[in-house]
């Protein structure tokens, strides 16, 4: 099994970037997915989880409104999150998950993780 994340990047305050997260070795819409996020010197955190058939979405506070998370199991086994409105605070690696049992902002549950991609927000 294989999560790779892309779409990362270095974006200026108030721009746009919109992360994949593509599996191999999976079915997606076997899982629910997650975003999560760790800037340095911060533990991970969850930014927004998506259902198995995308009927229910999460979002951390800190995003919500500014976030989108998005799935497309049958064509390309992908899931995507697109941010809007960055701020610097939103800095970090962010990391895609796969969670079989249940979709949430905790990290417990997720079973398969991808490297990460870097976003940096300059001011």
């Known amino acids: 099994v294989q999560v790779v994340e892309s779409g990362g990047g270095l974006v200026q305050a108030g721009g746009s970037l919109r992360l994949s997260c593509t599996a191999s070795g999976l079915t997606i819409d076997d899982y629910a997915m997650g975003w999560f996020r760790q800037a340095p010197g911060k533990e991970r955190e969850g930014v927004s989880c998506?259902?198995?058939?995308?009927?229910?979405?999460?979002y951390a506070s800190s995003v919500k409104g500014r976030f989108t998370i998005s799935r497309d199991n049958a064509a390309k086994n992908t899931v995507y999150l697109q941010m809007n409105s960055l701020k610097p605070e939103d800095t970090a690696m962010y990391y895609c998950?796969?969670?079989?049992?249940?979709?949430?902002?905790?990290?417990?549950?997720?079973?398969?993780w991808g490297q990460g991609t870097q976003v940096t927000v300059s001011s």
């Open positions: 998950a796969a969670d079989p049992v249940r979709c949430s902002l905790e990290q417990k549950n997720f079973i398969y």
């Open positions: 998506i259902t198995w058939n995308g009927g229910t979405t999460y």
